[in-house]
């Protein structure tokens, strides 16, 4: 190529340039300028687009857990120490959403990230007064000094505008400002609008009025100096600045405008909200339980006031649970963060004994297999089973009772005599088979102490039977999930589940509401103090004890039947009436008409030591029951005979009871059998 040609080549180059940059004629250069500002704003959104600000901040959130109605039920730190929570705009008053957006950035809504018209107008300021007169940071700025902060510099300043288009870019409107909500620094640990809203004024975001929107609002701008705690004067003075302001833009009117400057700033900072701690910190963050609040916070209020009464050792657990759909109302576990009472384990899943409280299913089984009925004649007598040989609580014995009053009076006799009849493998058996199942010592097989409590079971699954017993017999597992559900099953029938009720429902012995059907139960060794019981809408259990299985001091037997009424009296719910039965006997419950007669051994027998001896009976209703002296015979309740020896020569006193109460004596008499011995001696009785 020619030297002459290659300087055309160049001179045309030189010649498109200028016209580009400097065009001749005035159009043209308004052209070229859009031209470059268009080119400008794409290299500017491209490279933006690869600096989005890293949002790690926002995952290092504490745990909040909700009620049933989505209010707060608990709130824990997280691992910063610092009261952060993730708080979308629809958990916000919106009155708070207008005063921020209106006063902080009107244009939010379209700006892409920066206002470029505010960075014009605090550029011009600056150059006109030599300092800063005012900001140019939008919401979304905010934000990305949030998430990042750092030293205000030119550098920073224009890192943070990158940012902030990139925020625009990869985030809606909505969650750019879930963000602010979520990252606004409120004084000391708190940072957020749902963490600032319980700490300074104990309230939902959602309930916020002008004033502390206000407030919360100001906040934001110097947390330090702004504390009305330590700078209450600028802090008033800031916060009816964005009241007026927010007033003259049409955001609140002048009657609110007034209230509100009327308002006293917050005193002092409020405890988070820490109910059923012992719960509420095995759930996920987020998670919406079954619990209710304001029913939650009355309960835990019953539980201190009775701790105030107990050692310093002792501790309290109760459990409200919601009939309906076998969700858990309110639950108390035990004094949180004490360490003489063990407070940080949850008691409710503890397993401990239950005493008597596993009589009312072993009578209603008992209902159900035609064993026995409301009516039938127990004998409470001193007695031996084998080795075993219990006792009423007060070494106090009734004497021949209905069943009705032997599971009122929660006698022992009565109970181990129905469990041997019944078997306590089956009663086990059917405990498991309804999805609760007793915990034995291992290798040990059930036996004739589960009638008195002989194993171990959690109060959450003790309260699930009486929760069954009220649904006409029907056990669900409690849960504390919203909207879990989990599988029904029947451990007694409707009949018998009615029965056991109409013998439980009785008036509390120290005052409370009526038509409550309830239960105690006291472990051996007074372990546990138990007291159970349920109305038509809930079922409730109150557990007394010290969590390291020691006795408790003192006769404390009936300590937990005052704290349940307590517990019924602020619950809803009509109390249980019960109507006459009209179902048709079946056959085993029918009255055979005929009476109860002794046919042998007949009236002045004399019977030989040592001999065996036949009883026998005619007429009755099974099942029967052989005592001698008062003390039960082993026996078949369903046979109509028994045999016995007799051990040493005397005078005994023969009874025998059947289903339909008929109760037949008879005196019997043995003696030394005859021999040389005895007549060398003298020895032969006549």
């Not at 006409?472 to 018998?496: D, F, M, N, T």
């Not at 809930?538 to 704290?563: C, E, H, M, R």
Request: hydrophobic share 45%; aromatic share 8%.
């Amino acid at each position: 190529m020619s030297g002459r040609k290659t300087n055309r080549i160049f001179s045309s180059i030189l010649r498109g340039g200028r016209r580009c940059l400097w065009p001749r004629s005035r159009y043209a250069w308004w052209r070229r300028c859009g031209h470059w500002l268009l080119l400008s704003i794409i290299l500017v959104a491209v490279i933006a687009w690869f600096m989005p600000p890293g949002t790690q901040t926002l995952k290092q959130e504490g745990r909040i857990i909700y009620d049933r109605h989505g209010h707060v039920l608990s709130m824990f730190l997280n691992h910063q120490q610092q009261w952060a929570f993730a708080t979308p705009a629809k958990r916000v008053s919106p009155v708070l959403i207008q005063m921020l957006i209106a006063i902080e950035d009107q244009n939010f809504a379209w700006d892409p990230g920066v206002d470029p018209f505010a960075i014009i107008r605090a550029a011009g300021q600056m150059i006109m007064a030599g300092h800063v007169v005012s900001g140019a940071s939008t919401l979304t700025m905010q934000v990305t000094r949030m998430l990042h902060p750092a030293p205000r510099t030119l550098p920073v300043k224009i890192e943070e505008a990158l940012q902030a288009i990139s925020l625009y870019e990869h985030y809606s409107k909505s969650a750019v400002l879930g963000m602010w909500l979520s990252l606004a620094p409120e004084g000391g640990n708190i940072q957020g609008i749902e963490a600032a809203a319980h700490a300074w004024f104990n309230q939902s975001p959602r309930t916020l009025g002008p004033a502390q929107a206000a407030f919360l609002v100001m906040m934001v701008r110097n947390p330090n100096r702004l504390n009305p705690l330590t700078h209450p004067r600028a802090a008033l003075a800031t916060r009816n600045q964005i009241l007026r302001e927010a007033q003259r833009r049409g955001i609140i009117s002048r009657a609110a405008l007034k209230r509100a400057l009327a308002t006293a700033l917050p005193q002092r900072l409020y405890p988070m909200p820490l109910l059923s701690p012992q719960v509420a910190s095995t759930l996920s963050s987020g998670t919406r339980s079954t619990i209710d609040a304001p029913m939650d916070r009355a309960v835990a209020d019953i539980a201190q006031q009775a701790l105030q009464q107990m050692a310093p050792s002792e501790s309290i657990a109760i459990v409200v649970v919601s009939l309906k759909t076998k969700g858990i109302r309110a639950i108390y576990s035990g004094d949180w963060g004490n360490v003489q009472r063990d407070g940080f384990v949850d008691m409710t899943r503890a397993i401990r004994s239950p005493g008597s409280a596993l009589k009312p299913f072993l009578y209603g089984l008992g209902f159900a297999a035609g064993i026995i009925r409301p009516s039938t004649n127990v004998a409470d007598f001193p007695s031996n089973f084998g080795a075993y040989e219990p006792n009423d609580y007060n070494d106090r014995y009734m004497g021949v009772v209905t069943a009705t009053t032997a599971l009122r009076r929660s006698l022992n006799v009565p109970a181990v005599d129905l469990i041997e009849a019944y078997g306590p493998l089956r009663f086990a058996a059917h405990l498991r088979a309804a999805g609760t199942p007793l915990l034995l010592p291992y290798g040990e097989d059930p036996a004739l102490p589960l009638a008195l409590g002989g194993a171990g079971i959690s109060m959450r699954r003790l309260l699930a039977l009486y929760a069954g017993l009220a649904n006409k017999g029907v056990v669900e597992h409690l849960h504390l999930i919203a909207g879990q559900h989990r599988r029904a099953r029947r451990l007694l029938s409707p009949y018998a589940a009615e029965d056991v009720t109409a013998i439980l429902n009785r008036p509390f012995p120290f005052g409370g509401p009526d038509g409550i059907a309830w239960k105690t139960g006291t472990s051996a060794g007074n372990r546990d103090d138990w007291a159970i019981g349920y109305n038509h809408r809930y079922a409730a259990a109150v557990w007394i004890g010290q969590p390291n299985g020691a006795a408790l001091p003192g006769d404390t037997a009936l300590a937990a039947i005052p704290i349940l009424a307590k517990v019924f009296s602020i619950l809803p719910g009509q109390p249980i009436e019960i109507h006459p039965t009209t179902r048709s006997l079946t056959l085993q419950r029918q009255p055979m008409g005929t009476l109860l007669e002794i046919a042998s051994p007949a009236p002045g027998s004399q019977l030989t030591v040592g001999e065996p001896v036949s009883i026998r009976i005619i007429g009755g209703n099974r099942p029967f029951h052989f005592l001698l002296d008062g003390r039960p015979l082993t026996s078949n309740p369903a046979l109509r005979s028994v045999d016995w020896t007799p051990a040493v020569a005397g005078f005994y006193q023969l009874s025998v009871l059947d289903a339909s109460g008929q109760l037949v004596k008879r005196a019997l008499r043995a003696v030394l059998p005859i021999s040389a011995a005895n007549v060398e001696w003298g020895n032969n009785v006549h």
